[in-house]
């Protein structure tokens, strides 16, 4: 199973959410899949995934995958890499639609991963991929799938029939789906949240980061140092301020060279983020807020898990030291 940030990456990791990764399927994951996806619990929701469930089933749907263009992403918990299920879009090119598909390990059902994982899969749809509506089909009795559906903003549009190999045989499921306008009309405004990190680059090179402590929200990531600009403040001020609070270091606002950003979406606000590089300083960094600390290489740093903000600016980086 990959562990590291670098692994990911080169298994065509895509998509991230606050507690997901969610990537392309290798050969690799085969292992970690026959289990979840050969419980009779979970196939017997499906229309397409037969029981039992073999690692020549396995083999062949990723051939087939590996082939076709439309998005199919297995589903990993941030913090530990575990494989959770599987999410994918079968697009309509006819219609300009995408039919929404996806299965959930029973051990993860309850919390909330699929709603998380799904909703950012439509935003894939409708973000990038420019199409017009997202269809979704689940049997009448799967209420933990209809919710998702729901909370998607999906609305019902009728009943169905779908070939179901897991049940052996055809059966009727409830239709729904969201267009894109209906998405955009009700998706809502986020609040713009202004955060400053900086690049401490000491004499050999090498970059520090912090882990953010347990009790924070993305806790055991890894990230820059910095924090909020608060009101009336400039991003320098407000990054020498915290470089005092957080580190116990001292700079001065020449010191810090401006380098690039990050824009990013999460659920509940966007981040935009001035990035600073500093090579100049007076003390030796000190963890003060309960963090962890590490200087590291720029080539070992995606070894390291980032918040979806911060790993865009690793290649920037490398590419600079």
């Given at each position: ?7 990911f ?5 895509a998509?991230?959410?606050a ?20 419980d ?5 929701w499906?229309?397409?995934?037969p029981?039992?469930?073999t ?20 589903i ?18 006819d ?18 991963y ?11 749809a409708f ?9 979704a089909g ?16 999906m ?21 729904r ?5 209906h998405?955009?009309d ?21 970059v520090?980061?912090?882990?953010r402590p ?13 924090g ?28 810090l060279?401006?380098f ?6 999460y ?33 070992q ?16 980086l490398r590419?600079?030291?």
């Amino acid at each position: 199973m990959p562990t590291t940030e670098a692994e990911f990456d080169r298994a065509g990791h895509a998509l991230e959410t606050a507690r997901l990764l969610l990537r392309e399927p290798a050969s690799a994951d085969i292992p970690e899949l026959l289990p979840l996806i050969g419980d009779w619990e979970v196939a017997r929701w499906t229309s397409r995934i037969p029981h039992p469930y073999t690692a020549r089933d396995a083999e062949a749907w990723l051939a087939s995958a590996m082939r076709s263009e439309n998005p199919r992403y297995f589903i990993f918990r941030r913090e530990d890499r575990v494989l959770l299920g599987g999410i994918g879009l079968e697009i309509q090119g006819d219609c300009n639609e995408a039919i929404l598909g996806y299965w959930l390990g029973r051990s993860y059902w309850g919390h909330g991963y699929m709603t998380e994982a799904a909703d950012r899969v439509v935003r894939l749809a409708f973000e990038n991929l420019g199409l017009a509506a997202v269809n979704a089909g689940a049997l009448p009795e799967n209420t933990a799938s209809i919710r998702v559906q729901e909370k998607l903003g999906m609305h019902w549009v009728g009943m169905g029939s779908e070939d179901a190999p897991a049940r052996g045989g055809t059966f009727e499921v409830e239709l729904r789906r969201i267009e894109r306008d209906h998405w955009l009309d009700e998706r809502p405004t986020l609040p713009v949240v202004l955060v400053v990190a900086v690049a401490l680059i000491d004499v050999d090179g090498r970059v520090l980061i912090a882990q953010r402590p347990e009790g924070k929200t993305m806790a055991g990531l890894w990230e820059f140092p910095g924090g909020k600009v608060i009101d009336g403040e400039s991003p320098e001020a407000a990054l020498v301020r915290e470089l005092k609070e957080e580190l116990d270091i001292d700079t001065e606002r020449s010191c810090l060279a401006p380098f690039t950003f990050a824009s990013h979406a999460y659920d509940e606000f966007h981040l935009l983020m001035p990035l600073y590089v500093c090579r100049i300083w007076d003390g030796t960094p000190k963890a003060r807020e309960g963090q962890e600390l590490a200087w590291v290489r720029p080539q070992q740093l995606r070894d390291y898990p980032m918040p979806p903000a911060d790993r865009p600016l690793v290649a920037m980086l490398r590419d600079l030291l």
